[in-house]
């Protein structure tokens, strides 16, 4: 499965960006997906998660009633709508996709997109 991830760009906090995730296979409908980011000089973070079927999600608390995650499957298409961003939002962000057991654990990822850079200005 190859994930590639868009949608990121340079932004006023307080602003909005809507990043998307397209599949190569189908079978990635099978599987939860998630986005993580990393900021720069620092470590890659969980942000969001969504179940196989778009019924549960799961979300950072830093990130929490600001981000929804989302996921169309008859696109093959994951979805992070970002609003009231923040300059420590500014980060790569990644979309993952596998079957997991815990969202939040980017090791139990195996398929990776490439990343979209997200920098929100003050």
């Known amino acids: 499965v190859q994930l590639q991830a868009s949608g990121g760009g340079l932004v006023q906090a307080g602003g909005s960006l809507r990043l998307s995730c397209a599949a190569s296979?189908?079978?990635?409908?099978?599987?939860?997906m998630g986005w993580f980011r990393q900021p720069p000089g620092k470590e890659r973070d969980f942000v969001a998660a969504?179940?196989?079927?778009?019924?549960?999600?799961y979300y950072a608390d830093s990130v929490k009633g600001r981000f929804t995650i989302s996921r169309d499957n008859a696109k093959n298409t994951l979805y992070l709508q970002i609003n009231s961003l923040k300059p420590e939002d500014t980060a790569v962000y990644y979309c993952a996709a596998d079957r997991i057991h815990s969202a939040w654990d980017s090791s139990e990822y195996a398929y990776w997109g490439q990343g979209t850079q997200v920098t929100v200005s003050s």
């Open positions: 296979e189908r079978t990635v409908s099978s599987y939860a």
């Open positions: 969504v179940s196989w079927n778009g019924r549960a999600t």
